[in-house]
């Protein structure tokens, strides 16, 4: 059974620096890329980063470029989203997701329950 | 960056409607046209990839259609179990952006 299990989340100040990572299993994890998405409280879904399967690769939207960097360790099948500069407007949810390759484009196909990040003074 | 665009925003419908959302792409994304459904304090669950291919273990009241910019989901018969939020997404390109959502709400 494919399970992602993020941890890291809680408080930080504006302007502080938090890592994530996502912890896989049920799957060969350096076979897929993986993804990072976030949702603010109330709002929509946001996709942040993902990365390809050795971390060669690194692709960011541009409303965190240069802040957050994702990474992964294959050997400890984790994935990392590091997150620095934040702002108030970085709090939400932040999930990690399977990417598949679905009709040749990459898919998320499974998600992590999330975590919560919170941005406050 | 592709702008998607869904609407309705919401919509209320009763158990054994047939409902239609619509989600449009600010440019082509042939079929690269992904649909997800959240339920309230829970991830996002892969209900249609490719415009309208349904992944294992979806049922098969849900379908979808569409390419090029402009895709609809289907439900053909609600059940209560489909009262959610439902996003599109295109796979098109990088950033892979998704709609605002659909809320479904019972009637």
């Known amino acids: 059974e494919v399970q992602l299990v993020e941890a890291g989340g809680g408080l930080v100040q504006p302007g502080g620096s938090l890592r994530l990572s996502c912890a896989a299993s049920g799957f060969t994890f350096s076979s897929y890329w993986m993804s990072w998405v976030r949702q603010a409280p109330g709002k929509g879904l946001e996709w942040l980063a993902n990365v390809n399967r050795d971390g060669s690769a690194k692709y960011y939207v541009d409303s965190v470029k240069g802040r957050f960097t994702i990474s992964r360790d294959n050997a400890k099948n984790s994935l990392y989203l590091q997150m620095t500069s934040l702002r108030a407007e970085d709090t939400a949810v932040y999930y990690c997701a399977r990417d598949e390759t679905l009709y040749g484009s990459r898919t998320a196909d499974y998600w992590g329950q999330g975590t919560l990040v919170t941005v406050s003074s | 960056d592709i702008q998607m665009t869904q609407s309705p925003s919401s919509l209320s419908a009763s158990v054994g409607d047939r409902v239609t959302i619509a989600c449009r792409a600010s440019q082509s994304i042939s079929s690269y046209l992904n649909w997800y459904q959240q339920k309230p304090g829970k991830a996002p669950k892969l209900l249609l990839y490719?415009?309208?291919s349904l992944p294992s273990g979806v049922p098969s009241r849900f379908s979808g259609s569409g390419s090029g910019t402009d895709f609809t989901l289907t439900i053909s018969s609600l059940q209560p179990e489909d009262f959610a939020t439902y996003y599109c997404q295109q796979s098109h390109s990088t950033p892979r952006t998704f709609g605002q959502g659909t809320k479904l709400e019972i009637k």
């Open positions: 490719a415009a309208s």
